[in-house]
């Protein structure tokens, strides 16, 4: 019976998680279809408005993210994402319903506030079910709803934009959330001893062996304390530059691909190359370290064959398309790779009391990244014209990331 409440937390639990994460990046994803399927000519929006328009979100999921995640680790995971759900899934149909730029500004900013604490709370939820042995692999099958999402929400909006107009694809792509929330109530607890489906010695198997690796982390007196770790200080930085290389591509790339003079269902399905490839780095790397038992050694190599790949398309210019398509397609898995041993360094570094705001504090920087990104690569794109000073930006950045990561303490922190 064991194996059997094992496997349900593979099979049940995690699934669920993972449609969540997924249903979140539709909604803050699809804003570069609509740019690039006609919204701002619509509208009248200038491309400062539009870069703007698009990075509000994150500044909205910056301010939000520490207070929400705080409320996940103290009461319940569970209830935040049920309420999260379905505010994200009515504000971003109202994308679809809204003219007025001043309107648009709030509904963003307020999609980006109601997003705030997903990760961080998901990442808490993860960091009460799963070992150190199973968290790259359970961190990675959770991160992988970003790529996962983009892959299919990049066909699928290339042709509801193409078929039915950037407002109907965004009111469509509003709905699933909202049904979505009633799954994610009936099939989630927020602790081993909440859930029905686990025996008593498989709940005790598992929180005795979650209690064990606590016992081995330097206990830290509060958030303030962990707030001025060196060790935090210098994630927080790493994941603003990671992060501003990420979004800058994530947020744009369709606009970008759009340069090529290419329809809207072809830019769906170009784009969605970069997120497949995306896919399979990320599971193959967060299960090597998690096989190795390293974080650190698993994260700085793929941000710097990011970086080169970027470095790889300024050189090459706008005048070689395919070749440039293929760079970015190895950009976008150098930067997604990571993704699972790196959060599970940050839990296997913290003790449970302040790892969730921590992993809020670092995510948070990596939201304050994501405006930065979005909003210059938006902007850079639009002056220049072409994309080459925003893939030099995005270079420089993940390189950074890199080398910050190489000189990060491999092992648990210390007292």
Request: charged residues 10%.
């Amino acid at each position: 019976m064991q194996n059997q409440g094992v496997s349900r937390r593979w099979t049940v639990l995690l699934p669920v998680i993972f449609v969540t994460y997924s249903l979140a990046y539709l909604d803050r994803a699809n804003f570069s279809f609509g740019a690039a399927a006609g919204m701002a000519a619509d509208l009248h929006i200038t491309g400062e408005q539009s870069s703007l328009l698009g990075s509000l979100f994150f500044l909205g999921y910056f301010l939000f993210q520490i207070p929400g995640a705080v409320y996940a680790q103290r009461y319940s995971v569970r209830k935040l994402i049920f309420a999260g759900l379905i505010g994200w899934g009515v504000l971003a149909s109202a994308m679809g319903l809204i003219s007025n730029i001043h309107l648009l500004y709030i509904d963003r900013f307020l999609l980006g506030v109601v997003e705030s604490a997903v990760l961080p709370a998901l990442l808490i939820l993860q960091a009460r079910w799963y070992t150190r042995g199973e968290r790259a692999r359970a961190n990675a099958l959770l991160v992988i709803g970003n790529p996962a999402t983009l892959l299919w929400m990049s066909v699928l909006s290339g042709y509801l934009a193409a078929g039915l107009g950037w407002r109907m694809m965004f009111i469509i792509e509003g709905l699933p959330p909202i049904i979505w929330a009633f799954v994610w109530w009936r099939l989630v607890s927020d602790r081993p001893h909440d859930a029905r489906w686990l025996e008593d010695k498989e709940r005790t198997a598992l929180e005795e062996a979650l209690a064990r690796e606590q016992g081995a982390i330097a206990p830290v007196k509060n958030y303030a304390s962990a707030f001025r770790s060196p060790r935090v200080i210098w994630l927080c930085v790493q994941y603003f530059l990671w992060s501003l290389g990420l979004y800058g591509f994530v947020i744009w790339l369709p606009s970008m691909l759009k340069m090529g003079h290419i329809g809207m269902v072809e830019v769906g399905w170009l784009s969605a190359a970069p997120y497949l490839v995306a896919i399979v780095a990320e599971y193959s790397v967060s299960a090597l370290s998690d096989r190795i038992g390293r974080r650190r050694v698993a994260v700085w190599p793929p941000l710097l064959i990011a970086a080169l790949a970027f470095y790889g398309s300024y050189l090459l210019g706008p005048s070689h398309f395919w070749a440039g398509l293929v760079l970015l397609i190895v950009a976008a898995a150098g930067m997604y790779a990571p993704y699972g041993p790196f959060f599970a360094y940050i839990a296997e570094s913290l003790p449970a009391n302040v790892a969730g705001g921590a992993i809020a504090l670092i995510n948070s920087m990596g939201a304050l990244g994501s405006f930065a990104g979005a909003y210059a690569v938006g902007l850079l794109n639009d002056v220049t014209g072409t994309s080459a000073m925003s893939f030099l930006l995005m270079a420089a950045a993940l390189a950074a990331s890199a080398v910050i990561t190489m000189f990060l303490p491999e092992k648990q922190a210390e007292a």
